[in-house]
T-cell receptor
Framework: QKEVEQNSGPLSVPEGAIASLNCTYS??????FFWYRQYSGKSPELIMS????GDKEDGRFTAQLNKASQYVSLLIRDSQPSDSATYLC????????????FGTGTRLQVTL | GAVVSQHPSRVICKSGTSVKIECRSL??????MFWYRQFPKQSLMLMAT?????????EQGVEKDKFLINHASLTLSTLTVTSAHPEDSSFYIC???????????FGSGTRLTVV
């Protein structure tokens, strides 16, 4: 079983729709969860971080965490063509210097 | 915010030569630096973790004698790919853990092509 699992996609949504990206993780001791966006040929950029159960909203983005189900998701409202990218879920264990473990990423395509 | 400057952004080298990649934290002290490698259409794979002033910790399957990591100061970490071969061609990215912060800042990446 992979430590962090994501559906590779592509996930295709029309412009203006809600894109829903999902991620599951295997380590119950994981403490911090991150969503990164990566455009082709570029390094990842942080979209959201979430540390406690529930929802966290930032603009058009909402991260959801359910530690009991070991599940974290990212919702993108009013999807724009510029949102087309690969979204990487990353999970961090306990300790401030623990490494991040990445999922394989979900490729999102926002169509006109 | 915390910025990590990574150089070079692109490098093409001949097989058998060595290449050095630098990552500098510009406005914070990076106690820990992570080095990743990403092949096309794959996710980031952690190669090694370096801590300032100590030896790097390499992930399983990563040759420490081939990928030399130096983290001599709180603002500079380097990765040297020694005796590079075409299979080492990849996108190398560094990431720093900001002291006292759970966040991770990524460098802009280095595209290495070995011909």
């Amino acid at each position: 079983q992979k430590e962090v699992e994501q559906n590779s996609g592509p996930l295709s949504v029309p412009e203006g729709a809600i894109a829903s990206l999902n991620c599951t993780y295997s380590d119950r001791g994981s403490q911090s969860f991150f969503w990164y966006r990566q455009y082709s040929g570029k390094s990842p950029e942080l979209i959201m971080s979430i540390y406690s159960n529930g929802d966290k909203e930032d603009g058009r983005f909402t991260a959801q965490l359910n530690k009991a189900s070991q599940y974290v998701s990212l919702l993108i409202r009013d999807s724009q063509p510029s949102d087309s990218a690969t979204y990487l879920c990353a999970v961090k264990g306990a300790g401030t210097a623990s490494k991040l473990t990445f999922g394989t990423g979900t490729r999102l395509q926002v169509t006109l | 915010g915390a910025v990590v400057s990574q150089h070079p952004s692109r490098v093409i080298c001949k097989s058998g030569t060595s290449v050095k990649i630098e990552c500098r934290s510009l406005d914070f002290q990076a106690t820990t630096m992570f080095w990743y490698r990403q092949f096309p259409k794959q996710s980031l794979m952690l190669m090694a973790t370096s801590n300032e002033g100590s030896k790097a910790t390499y992930e399983q399957g990563v040759e420490k004698d081939k990928f030399l990591i130096n983290h001599a100061s709180l603002t500079l970490s380097t990765l040297t790919v020694t005796s590079a071969h075409p299979e080492d061609s990849s996108f190398y990215i560094c990431s720093a853990n900001v002291r006292g912060n759970y966040g991770y800042t990524f460098g802009s990446g280095t595209r290495l092509t070995v011909v």
